[in-house]
Structure formats: structure tokens, C-alpha cells
Nanobody
Framework: QVQLVESGGGLVQAGGSLRLSCAASGSSFSIGAMAWYRQAPGKQRELVARITRGGIINYSNSVKGRFTISRDNAKNTVALQMNSLKPEDTAVYYC?????????WGQGTQVTVSS
């Protein structure tokens, strides 16, 4: 069973920055793709950014140019640097990892951007 521990959420003013981190542990296999999703109140969970083990990255159009995803394969960690935050970025952010043929979710961390 893979455990994911997230950190770094909080309250920030519009235009500010936050950095989210997620550490995966307990896997007997190599971690595959890692990603961040978010879910705002009343909305569906959506992909924010995804990075493969080989470093191929995809961003949602809404965060492109403002957010940066990175990972450390040796430490099984993934981070999301969020700059130029907007009120519409307010959501619970979830870490997501793929291991072999299954996937795991973190518990979620709240990001609130005030205007």
C-alpha cells in the first residue's frame, strides 16, 4: 500500500506563491506518473499538472505559465510551485501517483487565494 503525504497548502493573497509537496512511501515498485489534481467547491476534480517518470510534463491551460511541477525519482516526491495565484485557483489540491496498474490519492491540501 502506497502512502502519500502532502504539505504546503494555505492562505495567500492574489498574486502570491505557494509550493505544494507530496512524498510517496511504501511502494515495492517504481512510481510511475505523478500528478496534482484540484477540486473546487461544487466542481469536478480536474488535472492541474502531470509528470511522467521520464520527465514528460502536461499542464492544464488554466495554470500554464504560472505553475511548475517537478519530481525527484530517488526520493519519490513531487512538488508543485504555484506563482501568480488567482482566486480561481482556490481548491483542495490532491497528489496522485501511478504504480504499475493502479493509482493512489493523497488526502488533499487546501489552497485558498484571497482577492
Amino acid at each position: 500500500q502506497v502512502q502519500l503525504v502532502e504539505s504546503g497548502g494555505g492562505l495567500v493573497q492574489a498574486g502570491g506563491s505557494l509550493r505544494l509537496s507530496c512524498a510517496a512511501s511504501g511502494s515495492s515498485f517504481s512510481i510511475g506518473a505523478m500528478a496534482w489534481y484540484r477540486q473546487a467547491p461544487g466542481k469536478q476534480r480536474e488535472l492541474v499538472a502531470r509528470i511522467t517518470r521520464g520527465g514528460i510534463i502536461n499542464y492544464s491551460n488554466s495554470v500554464k505559465g504560472r505553475f511548475t511541477i517537478s519530481r525527484d525519482n530517488a526520493k519519490n516526491t513531487v512538488a508543485l510551485q504555484m506563482n501568480s495565484l488567482k482566486p480561481e485557483d482556490t481548491a483542495v489540491y490532491y497528489c496522485y501517483v501511478e504504480v504499475v496498474l493502479t493509482h493512489y490519492w493523497g488526502q488533499g491540501t487546501q489552497v485558498t487565494v484571497s482577492s
